[in-house]
């Protein structure tokens, strides 16, 4: 597959917690990491505003849709800074790059005059490719919406999982095979399908058992299996109907996993890399990052496509990212990660705990 570009670099000022402003490089593997509240998000979400109102043909002229799918505002202050009259959005998608400000004007209503136009078809294209998968992904359900199946998805991801599998069974396309060999590596479940009950109804039905010889008589409906099967489907599908170049936002990827399969997602994520996806994963998971560590080390991902940025919040309140570059040993230095730190305190918590309870014990 003849790998694109695709958005390279995004730059954010003004907006919400980030005042000055904070230009990331988005690689085919990119991590945003940091404490809750820290402006992972914050940075994000303009890029999802823009494709949320490019995409809605009710947006009102000339403004941003600030209530949608992807991001939720409901006036336009909310989205500026403390003390910031303006905020500015730039994405870089070689060989140019499209920049817009959106000012508050004193005594009038904010007006937004210039905003979109300033993106090229070209941009607005590949902003209306982004695949969002957020962190709130939904309850499983006995029975889906029937939707199209690309190659564009407007609003959240999870809304097509259910007719992009129904149709890869139809097709009996080889992404369903391998879908099902990635759940197994999950440890979720060894086999997945999806029928449509009627013309607007697709039913999605799974193997109890991760790893049984995908038994056909052993198939329940995804409503009464794990979460974790529901949660993190879309997130595997995504990444499949990714073409190379385009970009995959995904909020807390490993919400629901047990600690193995959190590991086995950092591979999976990597080959998505290596395909050329842009994926953009918001973590709290200490084990993925590591495992991608080890991954670097053991040369299955080369660095230059990987990018780790560190947000955190400075004594005013305002974002700061810190971005690490890892070596080809899998290391990253200086780099504020607080994750291990935080583990290894709570063991030591522990067995202070211990020790201190047999002391009591004498």
């Known amino acids: 597959m003849k790998k694109t570009q695709g958005i390279t670099k995004l730059s954010v000022a003004g907006f919400k917690s980030i005042a000055s402003e904070i230009t990331l490089d988005i690689k085919p593997l990119t991590l945003l990491a940091g404490a809750n509240s820290s402006g992972k998000s914050s940075f994000m979400q303009p890029l999802l505003l823009l494709k949320q109102t490019l995409e809605a043909p009710y947006a009102p002229s000339g403004l941003l849709l600030l209530n949608g799918e992807n991001v939720k505002f409901t006036l336009y202050e909310q989205m500026f800074s403390k003390g910031c009259d303006k905020f500015t959005f730039r994405i870089d998608v070689p060989p140019e790059y499209c920049s817009a400000s959106f000012e508050k004007i004193s005594g009038q209503k904010e007006k937004i005059s210039g905003f979109i136009s300033s993106f090229n078809n070209r941009t607005r294209q590949i902003v209306c490719q982004v695949l969002h998968v957020p962190g709130l992904r939904g309850n499983p359900e006995r029975v889906y919406q029937a939707t199209g199946t690309g ?212």
């Open 151 to 362: 190659p564009d998805f407007p609003k959240r991801f999870e809304y097509y999982t259910a007719s992009i599998i129904a149709s890869w069974a139809e097709t009996k396309s080889d992404k369903l095979d391998e879908l099902c060999q990635n759940l197994s590596r999950l440890g979720l479940t060894s086999k997945i399908s999806a029928k449509r009950l009627n013309d607007a109804q697709i039913e999605v039905m799974v193997n109890r058992l991760p790893k049984n010889g995908r038994n056909r008589t052993d198939m329940v409906n995804i409503a009464d299996v794990g979460f974790g099967v529901s949660q993190t489907l879309p997130i595997l599908v995504a990444l499949l109907t990714a073409e190379s170049g385009q970009l995959v936002y995904l909020e807390q990827p490993e919400i629901h996993l047990h600690p193995r399969a959190q590991q086995t997602l950092a591979e999976i994520l990597v080959e998505a890399a290596n395909r050329g996806v842009k994926v953009v994963a918001e973590t709290h998971s200490a084990l993925l990052l590591i495992t991608l560590q080890t991954l670097v080390a053991k040369r299955q991902i080369s660095t230059d496509i990987v990018a780790l940025h560190w947000f955190q919040r400075d004594k005013n309140g305002t974002t700061e990212v810190s971005t690490a570059k890892l070596s080809e040993k899998g290391t990253f230095g200086n780099w504020p990660v607080d994750f291990g730190k935080v583990e290894l305190e709570a063991e030591g918590n522990f067995i202070d705990a211990v020790a201190s309870a047999r002391k009591g014990t004498k």
